[in-house]
């Protein structure tokens, strides 16, 4: 073997020792390796697939490459296929991977959530399309239970919960990109709740007597960091016309991350070229979330503490983002698309594992497998 391939194989050894401990017998669970004829293991599969979805090569080029590695005798259209069947098991992994991470969260008792993001994909290629990729993941499943392609330019293809098709009674939480006036309404009418961190510049707020809501004023009112209040608001577009009737829950900020955030705000306005309102420094002391959810279930603390697992998520789908690199999209079908989504989610789990036991690295650059010690035979 050459010192490169032993280096490689070394490596692998590593990171699989990240990996669910189950993750082989969940291939065999799901159905993953059903068909194949050669190399009928999770690990020569999962490492072409890692080959796709973590290095972002194409079908062609992933089949090519496993074939010299001696992983796996594929062309690219069977490699497109046994994608498609592992889509269950990249899921699985997901879970798995979320559960280690997210144990600070709601009991399994509190109602399924749906969490909402975006993000662009640029396709192979200098002069490759620009796309917006609209998904949902369900929790407490863990399901990516939606999602869908538009182009980034053109009116109706930004972020909006219009873009969702949204089921009555069900609970749905999202960023301030999703703060406007036509996607509330969109949830609203179609008898859903919603729980949205509130962007100030993009709605108006009314009291409940149809005067506008004095949100600074209000603000004022929380001195002090950790402070949590709630108001009955209606949100209205700019024309006044109302499009859901909830309430503010709002807490402040310690005064480090009010810094951090105000320091942001400062570096983009002098990056822009454009001047920053007083009240603009005034939100950023808070953070701040329209809900409609049932106030006898969801008290102000109870929504703040929703938004704060949707915001952990958001750090996984930062990482799903800028570091798993979106990109080569198999636009095909559905299946294949929603297989290729679990498997950047697991690169990017993945890689939030790794740095979090960087944190704590050992001398010889990886953890002692737990074993039974040996008792003296007497």
């Not at 009955?232 to 991350?257: M, N, P, Q, W, Y």
């Amino acid at each position: 073997m050459s010192k490169s391939a032993y280096v490689i194989d070394e490596d692998w050894a590593v990171l699989r020792s990240f990996f669910p401990d189950n993750w082989q017998v969940l291939a065999t669970e799901t159905n993953a390796l059903k068909g194949l004829r050669k190399d009928k293991t999770a690990e020569s599969l999962m490492r072409t697939l890692l080959i796709h979805v973590g290095c972002g090569y194409s079908l062609r080029e992933t089949a090519a490459r496993a074939r010299r590695a001696n992983l796996a005798q594929l062309s690219d259209v069977a490699l497109l296929k046994r994608l498609r069947k592992c889509a269950q098991w990249l899921h699985q992994m997901c879970c798995g991977l979320f559960a280690e991470q997210l144990e600070d969260v709601p009991s399994d008792q509190s109602p399924a959530m749906h969490v909402l993001d975006a993000s662009i994909i640029s396709e192979p290629g200098k002069t490759g399309s620009q796309w917006r990729l609209h998904y949902c993941l369900s929790w407490p499943s863990l399901t990516c239970d939606f999602f869908k392609l538009t182009p980034v330019e053109g009116k109706g293809n930004g972020e909006t919960f219009s873009q969702f098709p949204v089921t009555a009674g069900e609970y749905y939480l999202a960023d301030r990109g999703y703060s406007s006036a036509a996607g509330i309404r969109h949830v609203a009418e179609n008898g859903a709740y919603l729980a949205v961190r509130l962007n100030p510049d993009s709605v108006r707020l009314l009291s409940p007597d149809g005067q506008l809501f004095p949100l600074i004023k209000k603000l004022k009112t929380l001195a002090k960091p950790g402070r949590i209040a709630e108001w009955s608001i209606h949100i209205a577009d700019a024309a006044g016309r109302v499009a859901a009737g909830g309430r503010l829950c709002v807490i402040r900020k310690t005064e480090e991350s009010l810094q951090v955030a105000q320091a942001k705000l400062k570096r983009k306005a002098l990056k822009n070229s454009t001047d920053l309102r007083p009240e603009t420094l005034e939100y950023a002391k808070f953070v701040m979330v329209f809900t409609t959810f049932p106030q006898e279930l969801f008290p102000a603390g109870v929504v703040l503490d929703w938004y704060r697992l949707r915001w952990q998520i958001e750090l996984v789908f930062k990482r799903f983002k800028q570091i798993a690199e979106l990109g080569h999209l198999p636009k095909y079908d559905p299946e294949s698309s929603r297989a290729w989504l679990y498997g950047k989610l697991v690169v990017a789990l993945l890689i939030e594992k790794i740095m979090a036991h960087a944190e704590r690295f050992s001398p010889w650059g990886y953890d002692m497998e737990r074993v039974a010690h040996p008792q003296q035979l007497a």
